[in-house]
């Protein structure tokens, strides 16, 4: 049974605890990437050994056990379902690496800047059918639909920030949509097939899809944050990377709102998709003049209450416990 002793130690615990359930992971991950092609088993061993923390894979995995109650069972499915996530957001990361025409991955070169866009588009495609043949492979239509909704969210959340995320009059509403359509819509699916699992009732399939939509929404509102505050050493890529590559993040947004008259500052960077230590230096003491970090933090940890919240219709249990120490994990976690 799960104990929490703090946010800060939580993932150690939660590995602890679902070990057997994510070594079943692993395994189905290393098999889904198998091919007679070599390029195809090349590539995509090269983007499991990237790592990551499967966090994906781990919320699904608690969630499943926070709706079957104080029992907490492990669930024959949990592995396969597991890797279903795991294997949607990787086809994700691989296709935006492609669109955002990014040179990094978590400190290492991102496929596309390996093998093209061409080929890379293709990897990112198998992943998404290894993903959905999974998904088919429970033989319960509610995930298939979910998890082709899940795709169609994703798809129009980077739709929206390619026609939207890099422009100066974006909103922060925009802004927000993007990331709950990108993110966020993931982890609602983590939490409700989780839940879908076991065969918990409605409400609670209801309430722990909206636990983990808040949870995914302060989770990357937080990592609005780490484009300021983390180093490169520990995020895989330099301050203010996200603006150089064309996004405009919270931080910013609210800056910018409070003073407009540096928006020619901005503008000039995502223009040129280049940035000067003197820009840089600029950037950063706008965002701490107007309190743009602040105002991110609060905007996180807002979620985070929401996703708390939404846990009262889940039975009590060290499970819930768990999901509801991850709300102050994904604010306050070091990357």
Known sequence: MLSVSSPGSLLSELEAELAPDLAEVERILAARVESDLELVKLTSQYLYRSGGKRLRPMLLLI???????????????????G????IMHTAT????DI???ADTRRGQASLNSLLGNDLTVLIGDFLYIQSMALAVEQQNPQVVATMCDLTMRMIEGMLLEKARGGTIGLTREEHLRILRLKTAYLFHGCGK????????PPEVERALGDTCMNLGMAFQVADDLFDFTASAAMVGKPVLSDLKEGHLTLPILHALEREPEAVPLVEEVLDSGELTPGQQDEILALVERQG???EARRVAEGFAAASREALAAVPPSSYRDGMEALAEFVIWRDR
């Open 99 to 101: 669109v955002d025409e």
């Open 83 to 86: 890797a279903m996530v795991e």
């Open 93 to 96: 990361l691989v296709h935006d």
């Open 63 to 81: 969630a499943a056990r926070a709706a079957d109650g104080v029992k907490g069972r492990t669930h024959p499915s949990a592995p396969s379902y």
């Open 292 to 294: 743009g970090l602040d």
């Open 193 to 200: 097939m989780g839940a879908m699992m076991v065969g918990a």
